[in-house]
């Protein structure tokens, strides 16, 4: 049996939680609705404010849809009722970022500055170093945190660059002069 599959979703007061035909999913919070198809062959029901995914048998396939969908579930009530935020940091000499209306401006070094657009249901906040990416959708939220990091990965010899937060960047020693 699946250790994450077979461990039951708490559903909290506030989120509903709609099950279609189809594995149709439509999870509704205070924050948002977030609506998925999940794999036909999960048998997903609602039991006791819970909802409990089986799997039909053991194969491997099986096995790896089951802990998926019960995560995808999770993950998807987790959102409409907390939300999700990514924080990233911007190190360098000059870099800046800075945020007007649904635009954010990236200033890295380049001979251009970089404009992004937020995404459907994303926001960021810019607080002098730090831009925030929050929303509902752990998906979403994190391809768009790594896009922004994508623009100007940090470099491991001064460590110049776009991090996570609570990322490590190890660092590497620079040339040494010749004798």
């Not at 039951?8 to 609506?35: E, R, S």
């Not at 800046?96 to 994303?122: C, F, Q, V, W």
């Amino acid at each position: 049996m699946s250790r994450v599959g077979r461990m039951p979703v708490a559903v909290p007061d506030g989120v509903t939680v709609d099950i279609k035909a189809g594995n149709d999913v439509t999870v509704k919070g205070p924050l948002g609705t977030l609506q998925r198809v999940l794999p036909e062959e999960m048998e997903i029901k609602m039991e006791d404010g819970q909802i409990i995914v089986n799997r039909p048998n053991d194969l491997k396939r099986m096995k790896s849809l089951h802990g998926l969908t019960r995560s995808l579930i999770a993950n998807m009530v987790e959102g409409v009722s907390k939300g999700y935020q990514k924080v990233l940091e911007i190190n360098g000499v000059g870099y800046r970022a800075a945020k007007s209306g649904k635009k954010l401006t990236l200033n890295l070094g380049y001979s251009h500055p970089i404009e992004m657009d937020d995404p459907e249901g994303l926001e960021t906040i810019v607080e002098g170093n730090k831009i925030t990416v929050k929303g509902i959708s752990k998906e979403k939220v994190g391809q768009y945190a790594a896009e922004i990091r994508e623009k100007r990965a940090p470099e491991p010899y001064k460590g110049k660059g776009i991090k996570y937060s609570d990322e490590v960047i190890k660092r590497k020693v620079g040339k040494t002069g010749a004798k």
